[in-house]
């Protein structure tokens, strides 16, 4: 910081001079030297203020340059004790690695012999990997094709998704909308594109899509669609069986699924007789449904089916089943069919199949 320059008058008068003046003129001369003391001690006190500031400033800096040195020598500290535990892992590995060739070499290995034998044990493991593969390409679809869902479950328990011929059987009428009769009234009232967004029917071309994804790659497959009529997913493959290994077919199925607007009723008995059409029969059959039929191979009478009606058009379908082949039933129920839970577990049961419900966030 510059210091202030201040200019002072200097006054060199003898002490009788400064009588010869007189009295006055006394008090004058002290007054001017007092005044001239206490400017000269203004000046020295800041001058000594600012050099105390600049000497804290300088106190300050030091102590953030410390903290700072002492951190870098903690870390450095770290570091040289990660080094030398390092250092010591190094040695000790060395030393046994040393010590196992040494004893190698006292039982009469060489290294050629070594090499040998890691290369044998290198070609069991190989063929052991290779069995694996072939194994798992054998029982699982997850390599001919990948989904996961929104709740990311790749599992359903109990569920059996073996055998050479599948089927699938998708129900597509109105009630596969929503679960309440209200919402699928409304729904059926809006736009194609509305309907094809549900939730409920969302959810059911995902089911299809996660069981076509866990097919064994060696397997055939066929997905029927059925509401008052039942035919197969993919037009022109009516009574053909389909290879699971062909992906871009996969895609296909699926984008022709994504295009059906649910509508209609429900023939469960027409998807049971369009089994029949399948050679050789089905060894493994998924129903994905929310109910109990509304009617037969020709529709009803009334627009209204009772509860025991559609009992007695249940019984009437499964007389149409292929005989001993599980079905896997995928049930997602509906407001106002109470009984189709007990009939379907019973269905279930009797094929050695399973019934599953699965939550709103699966697949």
Not at 52 to 60: I, K
Not at 102 to 121: F, H, P, Q, V, W
Not at 231 to 245: F, Q, R
Not at 325 to 337: F, K, Q, R, S
């Amino acid at each position: 910081m510059a210091r202030k320059k201040r200019e002072f008058t200097t006054f060199n008068l003898s002490f009788l001079d400064i009588m010869s003046c007189g009295f006055g003129a006394v008090i004058l001369v002290f007054l001017i030297m007092n005044h001239a003391i206490e400017e000269e001690s203004e000046i020295l006190n800041e001058n000594v203020l600012s050099e105390v500031s600049l000497l804290e400033e300088d106190v300050r800096e030091g102590e953030k340059d410390m903290v700072r040195l002492r951190n870098t020598l903690s870390e450095v500290d770290q570091k040289m004790v990660e080094a030398q535990g390092l250092a010591t892992r190094i040695a000790e590995d060395t030393e046994k690695f040393e010590a196992q060739i040494k004893s190698r070499k006292n039982e009469g290995y060489t290294e050629s012999a070594d090499i040998e034998s890691l290369k044998a044990e290198l070609l069991a493991l190989e063929s052991e990997v290779k069995e694996l593969r072939q194994s798992a390409t054998e029982n699982t679809g997850a390599n001919a094709r990948d989904f996961i869902g929104d709740g990311n479950r790749q599992y359903l328990t109990g569920l059996n998704l073996g055998g050479k011929n599948i089927a699938i059987l998708l129900d597509v009428s109105a009630s596969m909308l929503a679960e309440k009769l209200v919402q699928i009234i409304r729904l059926r009232n809006m736009g194609e594109s509305v309907q094809r967004k549900a939730e409920k029917w969302r959810r059911s071309l995902n089911t299809v899509d996660w069981l076509t994804a866990q097919l064994p790659v060696s397997s055939k497959y066929q997905v029927i669609t059925f509401n008052t009529v039942a035919k197969p997913a993919l037009p022109g493959t009516e009574g053909k069986w389909l290879e699971v290994a062909n992906q871009a077919q996969l895609g296909e199925v699926s984008r022709a699924l994504h295009s059906i607007t649910p509508s209609g009723g429900t023939s469960l008995e027409n998807a049971f007789l369009a089994l029949h059409k399948l050679s050789p029969a089905p060894d493994n059959i998924f129903l994905i449904t929310d109910g109990l039929p509304t009617q037969g191979t020709t529709p009803p009478r009334s627009s209204k089916v009772t509860g025991p009606e559609r009992q007695k058009l249940y019984a009437q379908a499964i007389r149409q089943l292929p005989g001993r082949v599980p079905v896997n039933i995928i049930l997602a129920p509906m407001e106002g069919d109470p009984m189709a839970v007990s009939e379907l577990w019973q269905l279930a049961l009797y094929t050695r199949g399973s019934l599953m419900s699965p939550s709103r966030d699966w697949p």
